[in-house]
């Protein structure tokens, strides 16, 4: 994440999250009404607020209206639903990264295994290389109800080029310079929590040589897809 | 579950059975005709009855009509089909637990993994203390035929905050205030069985202490969501 | 399968054998043009036929019409495509076993991890004492292009409450009274293998009694669904 | 891969693969961008060129119009996007296989669970015979950048019946007479590295004989479908 984007309106984060929230649903990241995608956005003054989806209501029935707008100290600005109950990490993370465009927690269930062992994904595959540039890191275990959890993943993703962090015992936080790439992340971490789980399952799979692993998170970082970014 | 909420119509359980029926579908928690969910009802004098999916139905093929009414003794009153084989334990359940008012029950394969090594799943991830408040303990095997099923649901819930019962060698019942709640505790008694099982497979997860287990739990059952319970 | 039940017609035969096609394909019990049903039905002339999947064709093409009519050696009726290339296994089962009225064949692939190591699954669940009323049994290794399979089937079958049978290194062949109860048994059979592998991935199952396996697939066979069988 | 057929036009070509990209997803072999299939076509000249998906763009998104035609050297001959990242390994495969119609590209989870153990799934389904005629080889580590990637497909699959090969902690590369038959060996692959990863969980798989290897995949390559290869 090194460029910054121009930020979305609030009108333009509330649809995008509408089918960022469906992208959960289809990639199997989420049960019931738990996880959640917000987004920084800019109000009608040009401050930078947060659009977030409600607490505990079905992916269903979400639509742009019910989304919540916050200030950056998780303070509600528009909605009469309560926010995510996660609002406090989100404010936190936005709050102390400027660079951060989105964000998005889940409890996916590959990599919850490995948070509830509280273990690092090590990167053994090419593509782990490319998203995260090496290990998927361990963040501290940590209630919600205060800053622990919002200071837990600055802390943890500070020492490392992964936009994921494996929250101890509890479950994922992606960041990304925008929603879409933090929900990217999120679906990039749960295919790499599998993939190494099961390479596991029978046997060490063989490192990559740190090198290696520069390589090519610099080429992806650089030149995959349709523009450098 | 510590408020008693309105119970529905008969005709309100009838159609809400058969969209909560489609979240087991969905969960993927049921193949086939397995599985079914019931709901107590207020019939038009003001009776407790419950309402039960009819026996060797295809999820398909549910409907409001084809449900099935039943006494809290589970002899049929309205229905031209055979009720649930299950029928019996959810009787049993709803005339001793006043404060139940919806039950689930499912062979969902990774709470059958624990269930048939008799084995409760441990509390080892934060949104298993948010819905159980500890580990999902296991109830006794019991066949199928009287109330042996029933009564060991009640008690093996009864000393337990979980809403979800593993019945050895056999399946899971969830209980809740509304049917919807009991929907909920099976998808995320699945989910939490599935993580679990995950994280075991490649190493020991780290627990959860007992005091947060309590924090967490109580925070989640006043506070998440729209509305305290 | 106690009871003889009246047989579909051909036409009969050939559109129930599109839907039971497709329950295969959404409970994930086959990939690409792999596995097949047919059923037995009652020609113009009152003679048993079989009607059975063509060779190869996408499932997504299946329809009605494309369905292949063979006689009880295998010899196609009606139809211009190639069978399924199982159908002498088929013929096989319907010459030997009168009281079978349709079959499915699939590598799902819990089954198939099962038949790979030649292991019967153990009765641990009493889903399986329901439907099996015992262990899944082995088969020998057989090679396609004679009777082999067929026979192999049938004798593994007739030492078995089973109507499933794991194929040693292939997969799995299900016979029933009808069609429809044959994908059930396939569905049920990837269903308690899936379980099973599960359970024992982290310990041993605990071992149903040998009465509790007889009054459980007493009471299903006779009592569970609309009608006694 | 016996037989040359006729290439498709490049039209006919880019409409295939927007259904051929579809079935990567169906299969769950890929998620968000990454995977590709490409075709050999003819051009309006009569030369051989390569239709491949364009890089980063989302499956839902993908229409004829957006496929890069390239030279066999890789250079995009027609196209507004940049063509799939893995373009110059798709392309020394048309150049040094005369025989190949078609190329997949995935990050399937059970496949790269084998090659970031770099480990040959062995062969002991009868599937895997019909398909594969023997195990599915790993091919080197290779860093995306030049032709090592090519190189190894190339010279791995030359000492192999298989039209599958993993590559060494990074994925599966597939060949076909046509793009249809690579997506379809990118199936066989995924749904093989699974049955015997689950297989290999729970003790040793018994090995297929090689002579009967041969014999399976003498008869499935020349006997199944409708019509001889």
């Not at 920084?40 to 742009?64: F, N, Q, T, W």
């Not at 209630?143 to 479950?171: C, E, Y």
């Not at 929590?193 to 390589?215: N, T, Y």
Request: a negative charge; hydrophobic letters at 40%.
């Amino acid at each position: 994440m090194t460029a910054v984007r121009a930020l979305p309106t609030v009108d333009q984060a509330r649809q995008h999250l509408v089918s960022l929230h469906g992208e959960l649903v289809r990639y199997n990241l989420v049960v019931w009404t738990a996880g959640n995608v917000s987004a920084r956005a800019h109000d009608s003054s040009g401050h930078d607020v947060l659009v977030i989806k409600p607490s505990g209501i079905a992916y269903d029935e979400l639509s742009a209206e019910a989304m919540i707008v916050c200030d950056l100290d998780g303070r509600v600005l528009e909605g009469s639903l309560a926010p995510s109950s996660d609002t406090a990490a989100h404010a936190y993370v936005y709050r102390h990264r400027r660079d951060v465009g989105g964000i998005v927690h889940t409890h996916s269930p590959y990599a919850c295994a490995w948070a509830a062992r509280r273990e690092p994904i090590p990167c053994v595959l090419t593509a782990m290389a490319d998203e995260f540039g090496g290990p998927i890191p361990v963040g501290p275990f940590a209630i919600i109800g205060d800053d622990a959890i919002g200071r837990g993943i600055v802390a943890t993703l500070a020492g490392s080029r992964s936009p994921a962090v494996l929250m101890a015992n509890h479950g994922v936080f992606t960041i990304g310079a925008t929603a879409t790439d933090a929900v990217k992340a999120a679906v990039m971490c749960e295919d790499a929590a599998r993939s190494v789980h099961l390479a596991r399952q029978l046997g060490e799979p063989v490192p990559i040589e740190p090198d290696d692993i520069d390589r090519l998170h610099d080429r992806y970082q650089h030149s995959y897809g349709q523009s450098a970014r």
